[in-house]
């Protein structure tokens, strides 16, 4: 994925802008005075998710908030500022263009989704229908593309920031950009390692810092779409001591011409799924394709099995007139972006304060090639928190991991 050297500092400057911008804005309120919360969506060590209607405006929308404890300002402003440069995408939740902080928290507002997220309907050792799983795929493949195209990278493709307002998977949307750095740019190693995390950064004893690089997106969603179809996970890390993983990667290290025996827990997939994984999954990082080359897949059939509604033929608005959608955004609608953050307050009051700015999702006009039709609302539900205890398997929260051989 190739930009120029300008264009690429263009985008970097915009970034910059809109951290300033967010920072001069930055105000503490009272969010009693301007929201009523409804219930909790979600919450985790950083924080947690509230679903609130604003009492002025009657606006439901999802507010995110970063405990000051464990969040810097400077972290904020960057997971806020990079949030509102990508939500320009379709396929990426919106922003409101609001932030404000309390004495414990840092808060922004973003796009309510009404059903939850991937995670809440992936059926554990089953998986997601064919024909539904490659709506999502598609969706999320256009975002990280997006992403990508951006000279960014997500860092933290799984379930649970794929946001869904359907259980058809009709319009899903990416989310959470709190790991989002710009590629090549120098991070710290983490400790721990997630089914998610490339073979590259699972190496133990090693920790040096290394480049952010596109490729481990490329990975992490290879490693989505097998859990989406089977409702496992393939391995439980990408090192030769977890059996599973090493048994895929003397598969997927052997030369193409005389591939061996399909490791046990991919023989469900057809020839075409298996290509398509080992272009995504490969071992060495250099090797692997962009996430736009699964669109390329979507015409042909993934499951060998032809009775969880696998059907040879792709989602309704995958591709038109043989081409794959494509999506981009000119550097005057980024432009706008800013004009417009600088003609209002961000915060609860613009809605009030200010003549003629009412609270919508701040999206300048995005062109796109193809659009997803979104079903009607009534059928949405709301989501169960992960804390019921309900009989409702869990796929992800096992232990140990699930993995159907």
């Avoid at 405990?67 to 949030?83: A, G, N």
């Avoid at 922003?95 to 059926?123: H, K, N, R, S, V």
């Avoid at 869904?164 to 899903?172: A, G, N, P, W």
């Amino acid at each position: 994925m190739s930009t120029s050297p300008n264009g690429s500092r263009a985008s970097i400057d915009l970034l910059e802008e809109l951290q300033i911008i967010a920072a001069d804005n930055l105000e503490k309120l009272d969010i009693n005075k301007y929201y009523e919360v409804i219930r909790e969506l979600g919450k985790g060590t950083y924080g947690k998710v509230d679903l609130v209607v604003h009492k002025f405006r009657g606006t439901k929308m999802a507010l995110k908030f970063l405990r000051k404890k464990t969040t810097k300002l400077k972290s904020f402003l960057r997971e806020y500022s990079i949030s509102l440069y990508v939500s320009p995408c379709p396929y990426i939740i919106s922003m409101y263009g609001i932030l404000f902080e309390t004495d414990e928290y840092y808060i922004f507002a973003q796009e309510y989704a009404l059903a939850g997220d991937l995670f809440d309907i992936i059926p554990p050792q089953v998986g997601l229908p064919e024909t539904v799983a490659k709506r999502c795929v598609h969706q999320v493949a256009l975002a990280l593309d997006y992403i990508h195209s951006k000279k960014l990278v997500h860092r933290d493709i799984k379930p649970e920031n794929v946001l869904i307002f359907d259980q058809e998977c009709r319009k899903v949307k990416l989310s959470d950009f709190g790991m989002t750095r710009r590629a090549g740019s120098p991070v710290k190693r983490v400790s721990g390692t997630i089914p998610y995390t490339a073979p590259e950064l699972c190496v133990p004893g090693r920790h040096d810092g290394f480049c952010v690089d596109y490729s481990t997106d490329v990975w992490a969603f290879g490693v989505l779409l097998f859990c989406m179809l089977t409702g496992n996970f393939p391995w439980e890390k990408a090192l030769p001591c977890d059996a599973f993983y090493e048994e895929f990667a003397r598969w997927q290290q052997q030369p193409r011409r005389r591939a061996g025996a399909v490791p046990s827990q991919w023989r469900r997939f057809t020839s075409e799924a298996l290509r398509m994984f080992r272009h995504l999954l490969a071992i060495e990082k250099e090797q692997r394709c962009s996430v736009s080359e699964v669109l390329n897949f979507l015409c042909y059939c993934w499951m060998l099995d032809t009775e969880n509604g696998n059907t040879a033929t792709s989602p309704t608005g995958t591709v038109l007139n043989g081409h794959v959608a494509e999506l981009s955004s000119s550097s005057s609608e980024e432009g706008d972006l800013v004009e417009r953050l600088k003609q209002q307050s961000l915060s609860p009051m613009c809605a009030v304060a200010k003549a003629g700015i009412d609270i919508e999702p701040v999206t300048p006009p995005y062109s796109t090639g193809s659009t997803i039709n979104s079903p009607s609302t009534n059928n949405s539900y709301e989501r169960v928190s992960r804390d019921n205890n309900g009989n409702g398997g869990r796929i992800l929260v096992t232990t140990p991991i699930e993995i159907c051989v």
